[in-house]
């Protein structure tokens, strides 16, 4: 596809024994409107580097390097311009602009809002060939997905350098954690454009948080020093890590690393914003709630948020914690980032994944990021990914097998349900219906709106619209017309059903014999004629 960069290779003059440790070059690209952009190259291997630049404008650029080296004239004080003529790129994150956020919403830096939608592949950069994460990619595409959440080598659930973590390339690392590998980043380039090309935005995580704690903090810097360098023109979405505060499995002493790991990972990221020269979105992957597992979470552009994978308990966590996260951090989306990955641990079925996205959603946050046992671990029916090394083991399922599992095709079509409705996050209104659920309970239906443009409740078993007459809607508009839809999670079927016009009080009773056939009731406020606005 067609990508608005512009890269150049530079050959040092100097012979080093350890360049990715000696050197950092930096490269200034100034337009010709006066907007500039300092931006980290990344080592090749050899004497060779490279810097790739993200141009969002069309004109004129002149560039300068800056070596820490001053005396080698290959990397050093090189000037050189460059025209770019065409921005009308493909990739909505080219096209649209960068991603920002609105206080909860996410949106394009042209306004255009954007649909958080994930799956988690975390061991796919190193453990997937490139053709099959092209083949996942088309098909997440097409169920609806928006993004995918991956590691950048230093992979979850092993040791540094357990076996199971290398690529067709070895380590993401050298064996001691002497230098970056740069074949391994070479063949991860393929996977990362197979991605991109599929329309899809890589959220990148930079290691598990426990790292830390076997790299040290240098090391991490130059690892993320490079990840910027390498995929910070690409549209991307950084994490800084996995689980960030919690200690290395088998921790002998788990209060202390915590504590060491919330610093550290706090300055990490204060780094990681310093030096990235394009402000793409960042936040971490927590074990609960990302902003109280680091020490300053001013730096995160949004929470993330994880419940576990306890089948119905961690929905009803997931409930009970996008609420709470929305009171702590008023003004910042929220992400549910992991719940109840389908088939883990043989159970955690679609049922399960339809109601964490439902009653995450239906709470307020602004994402939803899906999982399948066997995709994020990769497993292969000949090799599946084996033990934790606390010795559990999370399941075996194929990755293609899971890859076929319903709750992807649900929680895709949910989200497009949801957008097509109303623009995203939902508010809960509990106070403007009767009868309503409990999230203590996951008893539904959960209702939530956008303003008073759109109302939607869910009920977490098909029998819910049975058992009750209808419902009784408060403080509507008085006096004016609502589309009444019904939608079935599981088929992806919409239906209209009718109109009906609220009373002098905005009052607003609904009974239907449909309504028995769904789970899911929307309210669309319709416009009495072309003049009338949705408000």
């Known amino acids: 596809m067609k990508k608005p960069l512009f890269s150049r290779t530079f050959t040092?003059?100097?012979?080093?024994?350890?360049?990715?440790?000696?050197?950092?070059?930096?490269?200034?690209?100034?337009?010709?409107?006066?907007?500039?952009?300092?931006v980290p190259a990344f080592w090749r291997g050899g004497r060779m580097w490279e810097v790739r630049f993200y141009a969002p404008l069309p004109g004129c650029y002149e560039a300068r390097t800056h070596c820490l080296d001053p005396a080698d004239s290959g990397l050093h004080d090189i000037t050189f311009n460059f025209t770019i003529s065409d921005t009308a790129y493909e990739h909505p994150?080219?096209?649209?602009?960068?991603?920002?956020?609105?206080?909860?919403?996410?949106?394009?830096?042209d306004g255009t809002p954007f649909a958080w939608l994930g799956d988690t592949w975390w061991m796919a950069l190193g453990r997937m060939e490139t053709q099959e994460i092209a083949e996942l990619a088309k098909q997440r595409k097409y169920q609806g997905f928006t993004l995918v959440q991956l590691v950048a080598g230093l992979f979850p659930d092993m040791a540094p350098f357990d076996?199971?973590?290398?690529?067709?390339?070895?380590?993401?690392?050298?064996?001691?954690?002497?230098?970056?590998?740069?074949?391994?980043?070479?063949?991860?380039?393929?996977?990362?454009?197979?991605?991109?090309?599929?329309?899809?935005?890589p959220v990148i995580?930079?290691?598990?948080?426990?790292?830390?704690?076997?790299?040290?903090?240098?090391?991490?810097?130059?690892?993320?020093?490079?990840l910027i360098a390498r995929w910070g023109a690409w549209p991307v979405i950084w994490v800084a890590a996995g689980e960030v505060s919690m200690p290395w499995y088998l921790s002998q002493n788990r209060e202390r690393e915590h504590r060491a790991l919330k610093e550290g990972w706090s300055r990490m990221c204060a780094y990681i914003r310093q030096i990235d020269p394009y402000g793409r979105l960042l936040s971490a992957h927590p074990s609960h709630m990302a902003h109280r597992e680091l020490s300053d979470p001013?730096?995160?552009?949004?929470?993330?948020?994880?419940?576990?994978?306890?089948?119905?308990?961690?929905?009803?966590?997931?409930?009970?914690?996008?609420?709470?996260?929305?009171?702590?951090?008023?003004?910042?989306?929220?992400?549910?980032?992991e719940v109840?990955?389908?088939?883990?641990?043989?159970?955690?079925?679609?049922?399960?994944?339809?109601?964490?996205?439902?009653?995450?959603?239906?709470?307020?946050?602004?994402?939803?990021?899906?999982?399948?046992?066997?995709?994020?671990?990769?497993?292969?029916?000949?090799?599946?990914?084996?033990?934790?090394?606390?010795?559990?083991?999370?399941?075996?399922?194929?990755?293609?097998?899971?890859?076929?599992?319903?709750?992807?095709?649900?929680?895709?079509?949910?989200?497009?349900?949801?957008?097509?409705?109303?623009?995203?996050?939902?508010?809960?209104?509990?106070?403007?219906?009767?009868?309503?659920?409990?999230?203590e309970t996951l008893e539904g239906p959960f209702f939530a709106r956008n303003g008073k443009r759109l109302l939607v409740c869910y009920g977490s078993d098909g029998g819910f619209l049975r058992r009750i007459f209808g419902f009784r809607f408060h403080d509507l508009l008085p006096n004016s017309r609502y589309q009444i839809y019904c939608f079935n999670p599981q088929t992806g079927e919409k239906t209209f059903l009718k109109t009906v016009v609220s009373d002098p009080k905005g009052d607003l009773v609904v009974r239907h014999r449909f309504l028995a056939k769904s789970r899911v009731l929307a309210l669309v406020l319709e416009p009495t004629d072309k003049k009338s606005t949705l408000y």
């Not at 003059?13 to 907007?35: I, K, M, Y």
């Not at 230098?179 to 980043?185: E, I, K, L, Q, R």
């Not at 996008?322 to 989306?333: I, L, S, W």
């Not at 000949?382 to 890859?403: I, Q, V």
């Open 163 to 201: 076996p199971r973590g290398g690529g067709e390339e070895g380590f993401v690392w050298q064996k001691g954690f002497e230098a970056v590998n740069p074949a391994w980043f070479d063949e991860a380039d393929k996977k990362l454009e197979k991605i991109i090309d599929a329309g899809l935005v």
């Open 340 to 439: 109840t990955y389908e088939g883990i641990l043989g159970r955690n079925g679609a049922d399960v994944v339809e109601k964490a996205f439902w009653v995450s959603m239906l709470n307020g946050a602004s994402g939803f990021t899906y999982g399948a046992n066997g995709i994020w671990q990769v497993n292969r029916p000949d090799k599946p990914f084996g033990k934790s090394p606390s010795g559990g083991d999370w399941g075996k399922t194929p990755w293609r097998e899971a890859m076929a599992l319903p709750g992807a095709q649900i929680v895709g079509a949910g989200m497009r349900f949801l957008q097509e409705m109303s623009e995203l996050p939902l508010t809960p209104c509990e106070q403007n219906a009767w009868p309503f659920g409990k999230q």
């Open 93 to 109: 994150l080219y096209r649209h602009g960068r991603l920002k956020t609105e206080e909860r919403r996410f949106v394009y830096e």
């Open 205 to 226: 995580l930079g290691g598990w948080g426990y790292y830390l704690g076997f790299m040290g903090e240098e090391r991490l810097r130059r690892h993320w020093r490079y």
């Open 12 to 38: 040092a003059a100097v012979a080093r024994a350890n360049p990715f440790n000696e050197v950092e070059l930096d490269v200034v690209f100034r337009h010709e409107s006066g907007q500039s952009w300092e």
């Open 298 to 337: 001013s730096f995160l552009d949004f929470e993330m948020l994880q419940t576990g994978h306890g089948d119905e308990e961690s929905v009803r966590s997931a409930a009970i914690t996008v609420a709470k996260a929305q009171r702590e951090v008023p003004h910042k989306p929220v992400v549910m980032a």
